[in-house]
């Protein structure tokens, strides 16, 4: 009976000890004094996450809400996380750039130990993050891009022949599918060195694992928001994002191109060649002078993923977001494929690496989608020291405090970008981004820890739709959908419940 006793007021204690942590944060920002919306008890202000609401809505609605309540940031809580939700683009320059030192964490989930594919760059904080980028930042200069051009051109030809194909059996396609087969082939060639071979086997091994590994969770969205919460305790817990089979497949993939490579000293001029250069070297000196070891095949992995996950459907779905509002807007199309004849006429029909340089406009159309279609929701951050917003002495980031900065709903704020609905790839012409903050578009971050592949992933999407527009003239039909529909149970980035249908016509 003691014993029963002594239990119960265990119990009783630990829920007493939880209830008062749990009602502590989601009043932190009650008790400061500092707008916010009440808070769901588990969902924070993240209601409809996963059900009827995208992410992106969640942060574009919450922001419009406040956009004119003249505080820098107001309180957000994401789940049971209480987090900086900034308002004011001076505000995030400061954390983005000019006070980068205090705010270069992200205070994700990622962990190393059980699941290392997790513990890459995109994540990593600390130590870890700045050894790292050091290391990597070689891998993605403009001369290796060049390294890199004739293979994606390859890839890209194969895509035109396929296209050809697709529209002679049927005018209507998909492009949203397409493209991203598109974006697996060139990947899977220019990360791992292997012919996925997706674009004509919509059954391919790489293109059915990179969808898993954008809509598989390991576990539910309880424990999902827990590990977001967070982060230390799901590591201490042993947690993992990726399901088993996932983590398998690309730990087998790259273990095996990795020693095939060196045991039969390939060479490719790839990304996973300059990882392996790096693996191999026991000495490597930073351009600070530092000098640090060699990667581990688990940080190869972990790299090797992230830059196909991340190429795979940020590009993807970059081109088919551009391709949808090219074929509902044709003067603009027009005005593409015209610089498109005119900058091949200049460089002898040679589609050059430095002939993509060229395509200013085309360029223009890309940050417009990127804009309008924000892939990804939102800039995370964490300070690491306390930070009192200059002239608001009221505003303070805690130390440990998490930021959102939330990109989408500043690319359609109508403040920054008149009529931001409407796609105008002249808002991005050098005398108009001039006009505007830095940090007014940030698809890729800003400042020093900006998205490393981010030379990559334009050269990709140029090289596609410059070819696709060259060969393709795209237009509207029944089948299209107006206005898109966004899927509220895909990851955190911009899904659609439907895929992109558009006619075709060979030129």
Same mark, same amino acid.
């Given at each position: ?74 309180? %957000? ?18 954390? +983005? ?84 087969? %598109? ?8 990360? *791992? ?23 598989? +969770? ?26 088993? =089979? ?74 088919? %977001? ?10 603009? =199309? ?16 040679? %589609?050059?690496?430095?002939?993509? $340089?060229? +395509?200013?406009? +085309?360029? $223009? ?90 030379? *990559? ?51």
């Amino acid at each position: 009976m003691m014993l029963t006793t002594f239990l119960f007021q265990l119990v009783v204690a630990l829920m007493a000890i939880v209830t008062y942590i749990k009602h502590r944060r989601q009043t932190y920002f009650k008790r400061r004094g500092i707008p916010h919306d009440k808070p769901h008890f588990t969902l924070g202000n993240m209601n409809g996450y996963k059900k009827t609401r995208t992410v992106h809505e969640i942060y574009e609605s919450y922001y419009k809400k406040y956009r004119d309540s003249k505080a820098p940031f107001v309180g %957000f809580y994401l789940f049971q996380k209480p987090a900086a939700f900034v308002i004011d683009l001076e505000l995030a320059k400061l954390i +983005l750039i000019k006070n980068f030192s205090n705010f270069s964490d992200k205070g994700l989930f990622y962990n190393e130990k059980d699941d290392p594919m997790s513990a890459h760059l995109f994540n990593l904080d600390g130590p870890q993050w700045r050894l790292l980028r050091n290391k990597l930042s070689s891998t993605f200069t403009s001369g290796k891009m060049k390294f890199m051009y004739p293979t994606v051109v390859s890839v890209a030809e194969e895509f035109m022949a396929v296209m050809h194909e697709k529209v002679l059996e049927n005018s209507v396609v998909d492009v949203r599918d397409l493209v991203a087969r %598109f974006t697996v082939d060139v990947i899977g060639t220019c990360a *791992f060195g292997l012919e996925c071979n997706s674009l004509r086997d919509e059954k391919a091994e790489f293109l059915h694992f990179g969808r898993r590994a954008l809509l598989e +969770l390991r576990y539910g969205h309880l424990v999902s928001g827990l590990m977001r919460s967070y982060p230390n305790l799901a590591r201490f817990l042993g947690l993992s994002r990726y399901p088993d =089979q996932i983590q398998n497949f690309y730990h087998r993939i790259v273990t095996e191109t990795v020693t095939t490579r060196e045991r039969e000293n390939i060479k490719r001029n790839d990304f996973l060649d300059m990882l392996i250069n790096l693996k191999n070297q026991k000495e490597i000196t930073l351009e600070n002078g530092e000098v640090v070891k060699g990667l581990t095949m688990n940080e190869i992995i972990a790299q090797s993923f992230v830059f196909f996950i991340a190429g795979f459907d940020t590009s993807s779905s970059t081109m088919g %977001f551009a391709l949808y509002e090219l074929a509902k807007n044709p003067h603009i =199309q027009d005005k593409v494929r015209a610089e498109l004849e005119e900058v091949l006429e200049k460089h002898d029909q040679k %589609f050059t690496y430095e002939c993509t $340089q060229d +395509l200013k406009y +085309l360029n $223009q159309v890309i940050s417009e989608t990127l804009r309008l279609y924000t892939i990804i929701p939102n800039v995370d951050r964490v300070a690491a020291k306390r930070f009192v917003v200059p002239g608001n002495p009221k505003f303070v980031i805690e130390a440990g405090q998490s930021v959102i900065i939330p990109s989408t709903a500043i690319h359609h704020d109508p403040s920054i970008y008149p009529e931001p609905y409407e796609f105008r790839p002249e808002r991005f012409s050098p005398e108009e981004s001039a006009k505007r903050s830095s940090v007014a578009w940030l698809p890729f971050g800003e400042g020093p820890r900006n998205c490393i592949g981010l030379r *990559f992933g334009q050269m990709q999407a140029r090289i596609g739709l410059a070819l696709l527009i060259k060969n393709f003239k795209f237009s509207t039909c029944p089948e299209t959908a107006d206005p898109l529909s966004f899927d509220p149970n895909s990851s955190i980035l911009l899904g659609l419940k439907c895929g992109i249908h558009l006619k075709l016509e060979a030129l």
